[in-house]
Antibody, heavy 116, light 108 residues
Framework: QVQLVESGGGVVQPGRSLRLSCAASGFTFSSYGMHWVRQAPGKGLEWVAVIWYDGSNKYYADSVKGRFTISRDNSKNTLYLQMNSLRAEDTAVYYC?????????WGQGTLVTVSS | DIQMTQSPSSLSASVGDRVTITCQASQDISNYLNWYQQKPGKAPKLLIYDASNLETGVPSRFSGSGSGTDFTFTISSLQPEDIATYYCQQYDNLPSYTFGQGTKLEIK
């Protein structure tokens, strides 16, 4: 069964860091590009970052560039999002998703709340 | 960066109605356009990719068309289970994969 499971969300103070993980199973993880997409409470979807299947290319939304880092460990079938210098506006459900242009498999999401 | 303008932002229709949502890109994106469905509390689901291709397992009442800057998403006969928010997304202009603002679809 193809599955993505996010973890690592929680409540964090502004300015602090958090690392999200996304565990993949049921498919050849190393063959796919992977994305992080977030959704603030009651708002629409916002693309955050993408990493190529082999980690050779990484791209970020302007809103997180320089603060967030996407990475992957193909030996562990796991995607990561390192989030530094967190702000209140980073509060959202964070989804990992499989795919290049079209994302065909999504995780259930993990909630990150940035609050003092 | 490419901007995606989706309309309407909300829509009320009756079961059996034909429903149309539009998405306009701020510049030519060829056919690099996806449509997603998101139900409350759930992750988005891909319905249409490359503007007009139906994802496997998606009912045929869903369809997409367009190229360049203007795109249309259609539900030919609205069903109660189609109540959701729908998003377009472009992926022509790296490094951004911009989503539209979303269209919340309700039953009249």
């Amino acid at each position: 069964q193809v599955q993505l499971v996010e973890s690592g969300g929680g409540v964090v103070q502004p300015g602090r860091s958090l690392r999200l993980s996304c565990a993949a199973s049921g498919f050849t993880f190393s063959s796919y590009g992977m994305h992080w997409v977030r959704q603030a409470p009651g708002k629409g979807l916002e693309w955050v970052a993408v990493i190529w299947y082999d980690g050779s290319n990484k791209y970020y939304a302007d809103s997180v560039k320089g603060r967030f880092t996407i990475s992957r460990d193909n030996s562990k079938n796991t995607l990561y999002l390192q989030m530094n210098s967190l702000r209140a506006e980073d509060t959202a459900v964070y989804y990992c998703a499989r795919g290049g242009g079209a994302t065909t498999v999504w995780g259930q999401g993990t909630l990150v709340t940035v609050s003092s | 960066d490419i901007q995606m303008t989706q309309s309407p932002s909300s829509l009320s229709a009756s079961v059996g109605d034909r429903v149309t949502i539009t998405c306009q890109a701020s510049q030519d994106i060829s056919n690099y356009l996806n449509w997603y469905q998101q139900k409350p509390g759930k992750a988005p689901k891909l319905l249409i990719y490359d503007a007009s291709n139906l994802e496997t397992g998606v009912p045929s009442r869903f369809s997409g068309s367009g190229s360049g800057t203007d795109f249309t998403f259609t539900i030919s006969s609205l069903q109660p289970e189609d109540i959701a928010t729908y998003y377009c997304q472009q992926y022509d202009n790296l490094p951004s994969y911009t989503f539209g603002q979303g269209t919340k679809l309700e039953i009249k």
